[in-house]
């Protein structure tokens, strides 16, 4: 439920004091999950049950949770996010909660919410979700507002709808807002696309481009997890498959390195010189989707750009061909164009949506073009240990904005190294994995210009 608006003085780009807030007029009267559902205490069990399972495979979190408790770095902060509601990030959202803060949280995606786990998180004193699965548009922005409505001072975003919505509708929450934090590569793009023009209002860190993030979840998460679902949702296999990705980024790189682990042949297409070269030397056969569309069997699109599949690629595609997409926003398959071209549409199975073209070829759809890994109807996300390492990071940087915000203007910021480092280190020591460190002769040495032959 709102909580009442907290006093602060908190620097922005303006520089200005933050103000008490004023009584909100446009409140949202959309419910939390619990409300929603029918057996409640059944769901609940459930939801546990999933991220007790999580929390034994989240060494990180756990090690952070001890000091998050004993500390309280987020004490008097209300936190607001919008994520993926499944098991891992509920346990983020606990970690959250148990160092201080009231946490507010609905989804970032209307197919990728557990229920199960919405209703757990919704049971803890601290924590109100409002996530849930099927929801319309509406319906998910409704659910936005009222995260809004818990006016929080810090936002934690996966695509940054949320963020985009308090600049939007809410401006006058910014000044109560000491950060933010963004989780994945399309968000931190429109992120910096709105600090470019000016119109990003407060300070918020670019979590997917730590090391320890970008390095792991995009390329060994996506990877994973974006393949066995496809596998998983249509029960066909990878070997004797040409298998074309769209896009060789870090999420890209993933999805063809596992692809070609399975015995799949992989093409790759690209729009930046240095990316397909790349993939032409990593020995994948690069070319553009016009004559790629003629050869694939599987199309995975992993670019964060909308129509990099398009009618003409659909025109050349061979019969049974499956299309699904493992990038942030379901704009990389041209949906409304296939429909065009369709003569008939059907559900061929759970998460598979065949468009049958006037001369008999078949094209399957997974997950509605929606990033396979969390939107099919079997999805579980990244693995449990990629998203460990991720939101590790989110835990730290959030600890980072609530202490330190005054050292932050608004725009985007990079996660601070020393952070970065002391989540892999916490990983390193969970795993058992004992490293070298400089001696000083070395260090002196790396930090000197004044040595040569
Ligand atoms: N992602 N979350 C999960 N909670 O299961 N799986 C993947 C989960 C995140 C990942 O970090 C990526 O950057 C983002 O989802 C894309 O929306």
């Given amino acids: 439920m709102p909580r009442p608006a907290v006093e602060s003085s908190r620097r922005h780009r303006s520089g200005s004091v933050k103000e008490p807030l004023a009584v909100r007029t446009n409140m949202s009267d959309y ?26 495979h989240m060494p990180i979190l756990n090690a952070l ?13 209300r936190v607001g996010m ?33 229920d199960d786990v919405s209703a757990a998180l919704d049971e803890h004193e601290r924590i109100t979700s409002y996530a849930k ?3 319309d548009d509406e319906e998910y922005y409704a659910a936005i507002d009222a995260v809004i409505d818990h006016e929080p001072t810090i936002t934690v975003d996966d695509g940054a709808d949320l963020i985009f919505r308090i600049h939007q509708e809410y401006p006058e929450l910014i000044d109560s807002i000491v950060g933010g934090c963004e989780e994945t590569t399309t968000g931190v793009h429109r992120l910096r696309a709105m600090d470019e023009d000016g119109e990003l209002d407060y300070p918020v860190f670019a979590v997917n481009d730590t090391p320890m ?20 949702t249509t029960n066909l296999a ?11 980024g870090d999420c890209g790189r993933g999805v063809a390195k596992k692809a070609e682990g399975q015995n799949a042949d992989v093409i790759v297409t690209e729009v930046e010189p240095r ?16 004559e790629a569309a003629k050869e694939g069997d599987v199309f995975i699109t992993t670019t964060g750009n909308r129509d990099v599949i398009t009618e003409e690629h659909f025109e050349v595609m061979q019969d049974g061909v499956l299309l699904a997409n493992a990038g942030h926003f379901d704009v990389e398959v041209n949906l409304d164009q296939l429909s065009d071209l369709a003569s008939e549409t059907y559900e061929a199975r759970d998460g598979v949506q065949t468009y049958e ?11 509605e073009g929606r990033l396979v890994n969390l939107a099919s109807p079997i999805a579980l996300g990244h693995p449990v240990e990629v998203m460990d390492q991720s939101f590790g990071i989110q835990a730290v940087a959030a600890r980072e904005i609530a202490q330190n915000n005054a050292e932050y203007e608004a725009g985007v910021h990079d996660v601070p190294d020393d952070l970065d480092r002391e989540v892999a280190e916490i990983k390193l020591d969970a795993d058992g994995v004992e490293f070298d460190s400089l001696s000083a002769e070395q260090a002196e040495y790396m930090n000197s210009w004044d040595h040569g032959t």
């Avoid at 946490?103 to 970032?108: E, H, L, Q, R, S």
């Avoid at 993030?213 to 998983?232: C, P, Q």
């Avoid at 006037?358 to 094209?363: A, F, Y």
Wanted: with cysteine; net charge negative; hydrophobic share 40%.
């Fill in 31 to 56: 419910q939390p999950i619990s409300e929603q559902l029918d057996d409640v205490s059944g769901a609940r069990e459930d939801g546990h049950r999933k991220m007790d399972w999580a929390r034994q």
């Fill in 213 to 232: 993030k970008r390095l792991f979840d995009n390329v060994h998460g996506t990877g994973e997890s974006s393949l066995a679902n496809i596998a998983m």
């Fill in 238 to 248: 990878w070997a004797g498959k040409t298998v074309v990705v769209g896009g060789y």
């Fill in 275 to 290: 990316r397909a070269l790349e993939a032409h030397m990593e020995g994948y056969e690069v070319m553009p989707m016009a």
């Fill in 357 to 367: 073209l006037e001369d008999g070829r078949r094209l399957n759809v997974l997950a």
């Fill in 65 to 77: 949770r001890d000091d998050f408790v004993s500390e309280q770095p987020l004490a008097g902060e």
């Fill in 82 to 114: 919008a994520m993926h509601v499944e098991a891992k990030t509920a346990c983020l959202v606990e970690l959250l909660a148990e160092g201080g803060a009231d946490v507010a949280i609905t989804g970032c995606n209307p197919l990728s919410t557990h």
């Fill in 133 to 135: 699965r099927g929801v």
